[in-house]
């Protein structure tokens, strides 16, 4: 058993490596999309501001058209009243009209008005979106060329540590011996192994039981940590 769990250590040096470089190349490309959405969302934002900003302005023109249209009715009541040939009947239904026309007018302005306003300030707030982006567009370039650098070095290193690792020979660790291992690798984020020191597992750090201890200084069975599941090893 000291034979294998030798060759283990062996595999673990390199491995250990390998677990961190491979989890760099998930990171990195997993990080550039993460960035690209919220870069996609932002501009999504601004889009819709800019849809807002018009949708609102398109409003306060159609108020004032409207407002146009009510002013040359007034316009044209006004000048009837005045010519004086007006009898009495109609010129008060002239009146009512006017003042009812005046009242909308009066309102449609302050709507107009209001509408003006909120498209003013969401044009503020545009300018500032579109600041934050062009920032925001810069600071992405320069992350996506570290990223691709990274992951360049990322593959360059995964490369000479795969061909580091094919020199080092499994042979003589059994099968359920070395998949046991891999598996460990997977679950416990690299680190496969662990240091039996003062009764206490080096990994995880909690007290192991004495009869584990007397069954792994025995070398003949590979022993687990009853914490972690990591191969127990003690020099
Ligand atoms: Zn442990």
Known sequence: MQETLQALQGLQQIDR???TVQAEQRRLPEELAERTAKMEEQETKLQDMR???HEVRSEAKEIEDLTAGMRQRLRKLETESNKGKVDAALLMSYQHEMRKLKRNISQAED?????????????????AAEGQLELA????EEFEVNVATE????????DELQTERNKLSADGIETNHLELYRRLLEIREGEALAELLDGHCQACFVQIPKNIGVRLARGTEMVQCPSCDRIFYQY
């Open 17 to 19: 490596h390998i677990f």
């Open 51 to 53: 849809t807002r900003v």
């Open 111 to 127: 709507e107009a008005l209001k509408k003006i306003d909120v498209g003013d300030a969401g044009e503020v707030g545009i300018t």
């Open 137 to 140: 567009k810069t600071v992405f």
């Open 151 to 158: 992951l360049e070095e990322a593959n360059a290193r995964f």
